[in-house]
């Protein structure tokens, strides 16, 4: 195994490597040459949690998706097909993205380019930062080759953003976002030339050409921000939050709020498959202080879909069910708690945590996330398979539950009281100093 592969291994978590081997396995049978790439690579080098797994194949990504879909249980949840790229949750919630290796030409500044298959080398070379363009080999002849055409190692070692290209602000204005959330994110510095390209695309207007399609996925990206608090403030600093609706330049930009937001979500363990849909909660903390011309203003200029808008407007009633439910005094035992929130999507667990004004609303969300979650983890897949329940099996899940509740049931064992220590001798009259007297 090179050091490449173990330093992946150990940096994933188990779920997610064990998707890496069934998306391998399935590239090998279909003859494609398949490479971890973009995100995930940059993360496992630099030392970060490990979001998605990024997944570049020299060939048809569709296909290789629809392969995994059938004999992995992998849902597909979105395709892009002119860059012939799949997003993908597979099981235990391993969100995965499948693309083809592609080049990209710009004929006209911001607008759609002309996508053409590639070799890798050729992909990493057109993409947007050095730091997104390093490629390891899932190859049987070339297991755990690096690939590094623009030596983004490097720039991940001196913590540094690096555009790739002269006109990669031009050919691509939305870039300009994606660099300081980048910056924010991974809390690395702007080299001084791109960073004068930036500048200088910004004096050139560019800004002005980045479509409503590119800023809605952009504020998507920046809704699954753990920092999104951090990063609207950068935003706002560079005055690129004004791209969105000009009011949130002002106090309308709801700041106290989305550091409230960004401590709640510090909350939730990483690693846990908790179901969430970010984007409904960030709207409804982003467009709290808009009157509803500027709501309607902004939903327009960042061409936001019917799911993104109707996942906003519900979230306050649903809620506020929730609520109701929580305030139970039959959810007095832990695994009944647990058992009600794990199954309640995690955007509604933090909108009450912003919003209830209930005492026992508050702590009961604050002990799942800081006890009961954390107690769940104790019980492995390996702790199960030692009870000889089969791994994949329909039991498996299902006894993993059972163990679950019970653990979160039991009463902590009290440690053993530490026995009392003897109590001292007498003094004698030999120790009681000089010129002392015995007491009569």
């Known amino acids: 195994m090179s ?10 978590s188990t779920e997610q490597f064990e998707v890496v081997g069934q998306v391998q396995a399935l590239a090998a049978q279909a003859n494609l040459n398949l490479f971890l790439t973009g995100g995930a690579m940059r993360d496992v080098l630099g030392g970060f949690p490990v979001r ?19 004999k992995h249980g992998a849902t597909i949840l979105s395709t892009d097909e002119l860059r012939k790229s799949v997003e993908m949750l597979f099981p235990h919630g391993v969100t995965v993205e499948l693309a083809m290796a592609r080049q990209e030409r710009f004929p006209k500044s911001g607008g759609k380019p002309q996508v053409t298959p590639a070799t890798i ?24 080759l690096p690939i590094d055409p623009t030596n983004g190692v490097g720039d991940i070692e001196r913590k540094e953003l690096r555009a790739i290209h002269n006109y990669s602000f031009y050919d691509d204005p939305a870039r300009m976002l994606r660099l300081i959330r980048f910056k924010v994110r ?9 960073r004068l390209q930036y500048e200088n695309a910004r004096e050139a207007e560019m800004l002005t050409r980045i479509s409503a399609e590119s800023l809605g996925a952009e ?13 609207i403030q950068a935003l706002a600093d560079e005055k690129l939050i004004e791209l969105y609706s000009p009011a949130l330049a002002g106090p309308k930009l709801n700041q106290p709020m989305f550091a409230k937001l960004q401590k709640a979500r510090q909350l939730v363990p990483f690693g846990i498959d908790v179901r969430m849909n970010a984007m409904p909660l960030f709207l409804n903390v982003l467009l709290e202080k808009l009157n509803a011309k500027e709501r309607s203003a902004l939903i327009k200029a960042a061409a936001l879909t019917s799911r993104d808008v109707n996942g906003w407007q519900k979230l306050e009633g649903a809620a506020t069910k929730l609520e109701r439910d929580l305030k139970s005094p039959k959810l007095q035992k832990p695994s009944l708690l647990y058992q009600a929130l794990i199954k309640a999507p995690t955007e509604q667990v933090l909108y009450l945590l912003l919003h209830s004004t209930q005492r026992i609303v508050q702590d009961r969300i604050r002990n799942y996330f800081q006890k009961y979650l954390p107690l769940s983890l104790e019980i492995t897949d390996e702790v199960v398979s030692a009870t000889g329940v089969a791994r994949g099996s329909p039991k498996f899940q299902r006894t993993k539950d059972e163990m679950i509740l019970t653990r979160l049931d039991a009463r902590p064992k009290k440690p053993a009281p530490e026995p009392e220590p003897p109590p001292p001798p007498p003094m004698s009259s030999f120790a009681r100093g000089p010129g002392s007297r015995p007491a009569r």
């Open 219 to 231: 504020l998507r990206h920046i809704a699954n921000e753990p920092a999104a608090g951090d990063l």
């Open 121 to 144: 080398h050729e992909d990493l070379r057109s993409r947007d930062f050095t730091v997104n363009a390093v490629a390891l080999s899932l190859n049987r002849a070339s297991l755990g």
């Open 3 to 12: 050091d490449y592969m173990f330093m992946l291994e150990s940096h994933l």
């Open 52 to 70: 998605d797994l990024d997944f570049t194949v020299e060939g048809n990504a569709l296909k290789l998706a629809k392969a995994a879909q059938q």
């Open 186 to 194: 991974l809390n690395f510095v702007i080299d001084e030339r791109t």
